[in-house]
């Protein structure tokens, strides 16, 4: 099993620790460094040495915040995963830090087991949200779209319906009997047509659209 790393962003150091010791306990993941805000975890990644698979990044810093420093990870580090964890449960925030480019969304009361399941669905399959954030999002998306419905072509629809399943972009080219860069050109179709940035947001439109049906409880 190849070991996925973290780093922790928290401005509190003896729960930073605390994290820490918990993440490095699940199988499969290891701490790499902690940082006590974003300039510092800005600071250690453009040496370019120690990248992490994923972050969990709190949101109320000082110097420099969650969501600025999610930004700036999102436009120079595209290829790492945030996942916030904080005590922010304001909507305005979450959908902020979701803007930003957080694949997922973690409130710092959740259970041991919750936060080792954020971890391996992101790194799996990009996101992980649970039912409260997903409603979030989903009314969010509702209260956005001021525009009509494009048109989906069959084999975009299908692509769609596949993209809110737990196959990788590459399964997703096998299953549809395609190249892995016919499959890109479909998902980077589908992130203009429904102005989308990520796979998080062609789930949620497809939800919204009944494209794909899921029960959330």
Do not use: W
Not at 6 to 22: M, T
Not at 85 to 96: G, Q, W
Not at 206 to 211: C, D, E, G, T, Y
Request: with cysteine; proline share 3%; glycine share 4%.
């Amino acid at each position: 099993m190849k070991i996925k790393t973290v780093v922790i962003v928290e401005d509190h150091k003896l729960l930073s620790q605390a994290i820490e010791g918990l993440v490095n306990s699940f199988d499969g993941f290891k701490v790499l460094y902690l940082c006590s805000n974003g300039q510092k975890l800005l600071e250690k990644l453009k040496f370019q040495k120690n990248i992490p698979d994923l972050i969990l990044m709190d949101i109320n810093m000082p110097i420099l915040n969650g969501i600025e420093t999610t930004k700036i990870l999102t436009k120079e580090f595209p290829e790492i995963k945030v996942i916030a964890l904080t005590v922010e449960s304001d909507d305005k925030l979450i959908l902020e830090m979701l803007k930003a480019g957080a694949k997922s969304y973690l409130l710092k009361d959740a259970e041991k087991e919750v936060l080792e399941t954020a971890l391996n669905h992101t790194e799996s399959f990009g996101y992980y949200h649970t039912p409260k954030i997903s409603n979030l999002l989903i009314n969010s998306l509702n209260d956005q779209e001021k525009y009509e419905s494009p048109h989906l072509k069959e084999r975009e629809i299908e692509f769609l319906r596949h993209a809110c399943s737990e196959l990788t972009y590459k399964e997703i080219a096998e299953k549809m009997y395609l190249s892995p860069k016919t499959v890109d050109g479909y998902r980077d179709t589908l992130f203009q047509k429904l102005n989308v940035k990520n796979r998080i947001g062609l789930v949620l439109y497809a939800i919204k659209h009944k494209i794909f049906n899921i029960n959330i409880k």
